[in-house]
Each structure stands twice: as C-alpha cells, then as structure tokens.
C-alpha cells in the first residue's frame, strides 16, 4: 500500500482561555426532546483523506472508536487523516449506559495487533496517533500489554510520530498501568465520564474514585507524561457538580481537559437531560483554565480525542 503523505492544520500550542460570557441557569431547564440544536449539526467531510483512511482501516481489519461510538467528528478528523484505533477487538466487557460499543463476551487477543497497528500508522505518515480499547477485564492485565506493544511498534515503525493512550481503569492495577507508563506514551487519557452522583448509572462497572487514582498513578510512574481526562454534560449533573469533578482532577494534577455535550446514541441509551449552549461551554473552559489545565476543549461537540494532535505538543514544554 502507497504512503500517504498528511497535512495537519497547526493548532496554537498555548490556546487562549474563552472569553467571559453570562451563565444560564440549569435549574429552570426542562429535560430535552425533539430536534437538536443548529449547533450541533454536522456534515460529513468526505473528501480524499476520508477515503483513503477509510479504506487502510478496512484492509487491516482494524477498528476505531470514531466509528463505534459514532462520533459526530469523524468526518473532520478524517478528513485531516486523524483516527482514534480501538485496540483488542470491538466487544467490550462493560456495559456502560452511555456508550454505543457492543458489550459481551470478546475474542480472544490478536497478539499481532500492534505491529498492523503501527504498520497503519507508517502508511498514514502520523505525527501523532491515539490509542484506546474497549474494556478487556477477562484478561489479567485489563489489555494493558497490548497498549504498551502498539506504543513500542510505533516508535520503531515511525520514529517521532507522539502518542496518546485513552485507557480503561485496569480495575486500578497499578502493575498493568505500570506497562503503559514504562512505554511513555505523550499522553495518558483516563475520562471520568459524569459526576460522582450519577457514575452508578451511566458507568456502573467503574468508580469515580477509581479513576482518579488511575490518574494519580499515572503522573507517579512518568511525571513527564501528560494526563488528561474528559466529561459528557447533559445527563442531569449540576453545574456546581462539573465544577467540583474539575477541582477532583486538578487535585490529582490533570493536565489536559475535554468537556462535550452528552448525545444519546440509540433510545436504548441514557436519555438527554438537556443540551448545554455553546456559552456554557465557554464559561466552561473558563473555570477549568482558572484551576490551572493547561489546555481545555470544552464545545458541544467535543469528544476525547479532539485536537489531540495539538495537545501533544504541550509534552514538549512540559518535559522540556
């Protein structure tokens, strides 16, 4: 297969915080039906690059989670020559209320999987790659070594490509994240998702405090690393409760935020409790610079890995 060669849009290394604007007020908002917002429209971008991912992704019988999780930035970050890979398969061990991943019992390991991986990455000439999974706990190490391999064969196969890894809790094996770290992944992405009060339903295999530990863990076995973590709004939280999760995260020194507006996959998901405006999520990003993130995306349809590829780029202040 040809290489392709990929032009990225440079993003500032050092975004500047939102502008101040007027909050709404949560408690009188209804629970929301009918159409959605102008906002959060999106027309698919299928140009060249779409194509030509699409199709390397079909010829190495590899997954993404732009395309499990119906991601509503697919088409753009395609479009650039960006994917996330979902690692181990696209059966997870979890049932999470808010996920559209099947949940079930998974095949077992394809050991091979990081060299294609890597081989992908090589063809698409990468400079930066994320990797995630879904949640694998029928193995002893959660999936963890598959992390690591697919790291290590993208440092061999394309030399100076950054990586960020979007992690599952290990159920809070400090060994099996000790695998991940050993391999210095750019980036380690933990989300915790929701708010304490509601994680029981919209994550009720995962713990909130769990999570937090798996990133305090991470920044105690490479505090050179990056971490990150991301939450969805519109599933009933209150706006003081977002505020204290960021006060959680900072507390266990976050770097890196992501906040995007909730959207129900199929109607056998969680429903929407209402749909953020795009000011809130200014204000938003507001708070989380004022805590101290060195970088926030916070817009309606912000998911994990959007603008990864810029983030990467703050390791290099940071480890400088």
Known sequence: MMQTNITIDPIPLEPKPAPTVRRARLHDEQPTTGRKPEWLRVKLNQNEEYWKLKSLMRGEALHTVCEEAFCPNLGECWGRGIATFLLMGDICT?????????????????????????????????????????????QP?????????????IRRLQPGCTIE??????????????LVMAAHPEILNHNTETVPRLSRWVRPQAKHQRSLDVLRMAKELDPKALTK???MVGLGEEW????????????VDVDILTIGQYLQPTRQHLPIARY???????????EGYARGFKWVESAPLVRSSYHADGQARLFDTVAG
């Open 94 to 138: 979890r049932s999470c209320k808010f996920c559209n991943v099947q949940s079930g019992k998974p095949l077992p390991l394809d050991e091979d999987e990081p060299r294609r991986v890597a081989e992908s990455v090589r063809q698409m000439a990468l400079r930066h790659v994320v990797l995630t999974s879904v949640d694998r706990d029928d």
């Open 240 to 251: 003081d409760e977002v505020l204290a999760v960021m006060d959680d995260l900072r507390g």
């Open 229 to 231: 973590s991301g939450l």
């Open 141 to 153: 190490d959660g999936g963890a070594h598959i992390f690591a391999e697919t790291i290590k064969e």
């Open 276 to 286: 953020y405006h795009p000011d809130e999520f200014a204000q938003l990003a507001n």
């Open 165 to 178: 890894v979007l992690i599952p809790d290990f159920k809070g094996d400090r060994e099996a994240l000790k």
